[in-house]
């Protein structure tokens, strides 16, 4: 009877052992989440895998699992706000159905970022991308110099080559764009084709600037270089010939028998009048 009630009573502490080991499991995987969650919280732009996994101390499978398991539960719960895996990593952002109630709130009482004209030149050089400031300028009708400055000093656009033909410099824009506009790649835009009049298409736009090729490794000097210094010619070519009485006697023929014209010294310069 004892054996039994020792079995019993054994049987009993393996369970409190293995619910207690469930329970610290659980605490320690609700820890995690919440690291994760306040990291993504305060980071100002997308945050990797494999550095959230040395912020945490967590492998980086399991916290690669987290995080999709987080983005499916705020998509199920209906939050105001959605985890994205974006330009190589994860962050937080507000659901596009509450967009005006947040631009709403953001504006109120504030200037925007980006003027209407600098959002106007960013989506011409996101749609036609590598494009020159000519050609937004084209497509705007009014020189977008001082706007370029802007967008580039954001960090929003940057140099992306010169272009095959003319030589203009192209613009490109950044991965800082993709994560202003969460964006996993470029690829990710709207389409262009339902925003343009109904009797335009995409291809009766201009064709695209093509980016030239970047240039070769330098060619070397062909020219040979003399054992003593000084540049090498030809192995045969024969030495200068000495002057001879003959060559003095050609150089010093009288006056007419040169093929030069005459001018007496009240000649004037090409581009002084003559004087009368």
């Not at 003959?246 to 000649?267: C, F, G, K, M």
Request: charged content about 30%; overall charge negative.
């Amino acid at each position: 009877m004892s054996t039994d009630v020792e079995r019993a009573a054994a049987h009993d502490d393996t369970d409190d052992d293995t619910a207690a080991a469930a329970a610290e499991a659980a605490d320690a995987g609700r820890r995690v989440r919440a690291a994760v969650e306040a990291v993504l919280m305060v980071a100002d732009e997308p945050v990797a895998v494999p550095a959230l996994a040395r912020a945490t101390g967590e492998a980086p499978d399991e916290v690669d699992l987290l995080l999709r398991e987080l983005a499916a539960e705020y998509a199920e719960q209906g939050r105001g706000f959605e985890l994205r895996e974006v330009s190589g990593g994860w962050r937080v952002y507000s659901r596009a159905e509450h967009a005006d109630v947040v631009e709403a709130f953001l504006l109120d009482g504030q200037t925007a970022k980006l003027t209407q004209a600098a959002l106007e030149t960013l989506a011409i050089v996101a749609y036609r991308q590598p494009v020159s400031r000519a050609r937004v300028s084209a497509v705007r009708g009014v020189g977008v110099d001082g706007v370029m400055r802007t967008l580039l000093t954001r960090g929003l656009v940057t140099e992306a080559g010169v272009e095959a033909t003319s030589g203009a410099t192209l613009y490109r824009t950044t991965e800082e764009f993709l994560h202003r506009m969460g964006l996993p790649a470029l690829d990710d835009l709207p389409p262009l084709a339902p925003f343009l009049p109904d009797e335009l298409s995409v291809e009766d736009l201009e064709p695209r600037e093509v980016l030239a090729p970047p240039p070769g490794p330098a060619v070397a000097a062909a020219s040979a270089v003399g054992d003593d210094g000084t540049d090498g010619g030809p192995a045969d070519a024969a030495p200068p010939r000495e002057r001879g009485p003959a060559d003095a006697t050609d150089e010093q023929l009288p006056e007419p028998h040169r093929d030069v014209p005459v001018h007496d010294s009240t000649d004037q310069p090409d581009d002084e009048p003559e004087q009368q």
